[in-house]
T-cell receptor
């Protein structure tokens, strides 16, 4: 079946622009996670959804970051007024239920802020 | 919160040799320890995981051991092949109700033919 997909795969933004990153999880997966992966580092947790409920957003670096999953499937991560330090790969993952079930990652969106 | 440390950061082995990657974690309440492989420019993929009720798990050339008392776990790859070259991440769940996975910084494994 189809895996997790993300779009766009690459995004270049000028500093100060807003961006929106999309994640399509595996159908039927209750849990959806967003991670930020800096070059040469492991994924860092940003936020977690269980269906449409955002149960944990403790990893979001600032109030410029906002995520939603309004119908419990597709999710969007929005970054307002992008800064150079936001440059990273943004990974989305989904699982059947929670972080102790296998997480299936998307290919990521590489964001470059100039 | 949970903190996961991983070493070495880089590991180079000859084809056919074994490779061992070690991780430590800080939260004694963590129960789930997955390992991911990430090839250059690709997504992380789960290769093996272990839960706190077992001490060892094996899948063909890959094995993971867990020592809950010492709070460390290790990945063992035997008979390494060039296609094993990748970055490997260990991780642990943070016991906040099943939401967070905390990743190590990664080990870049080179398998020389």
């Amino acid at each position: 079946g189809a895996g997790v997909s993300q779009s766009p795969r690459y995004k270049v933004a000028k500093r100060g622009q807003d961006v929106a990153l999309r994640c399509d999880p595996i159908s039927g997966h209750v849990s959806l996670f967003w991670y930020q992966q800096a070059l040469g580092q492991g994924p860092e947790f940003l936020t977690y959804f269980q269906n449409e409920a955002q149960l944990d957003k403790s990893g979001l670096p600032s109030d410029r970051f906002f995520a939603e999953r309004p119908e419990g499937s597709v999710s969007t991560l929005k970054i307002q007024r992008t800064q150079q330090e936001d440059s990273a790969v943004y990974l989305c993952a989904s699982s059947l239920q929670g972080s102790t079930d296998t997480q299936y990652f998307g290919p990521g969106t590489r964001l470059t802020v100039l | 919160g949970e903190n996961v440390e991983q070493h070495p950061s880089t590991l180079s082995v000859q084809e056919g040799d074994s490779a061992v990657i070690k991780c430590t974690y800080s939260d004694s309440a963590s129960n789930y320890f997955p390992w991911y492989k990430q090839e250059l420019g690709k997504r992380p993929q789960l290769i093996i995981d272990i839960r706190s009720n077992v001490g060892e798990k094996k899948d063909q050339r890959i094995a993971v051991t867990l020592n809950k008392t010492a709070k460390h776990f290790s990945l063992h790859i035997t008979e390494t092949q060039p296609e094993d070259s990748a970055v490997y991440f260990c991780a642990a769940d943070e016991d906040t109700g099943g939401f967070k996975t905390i990743f190590g910084a990664g080990t870049r494994l080179f398998v020389k033919a």
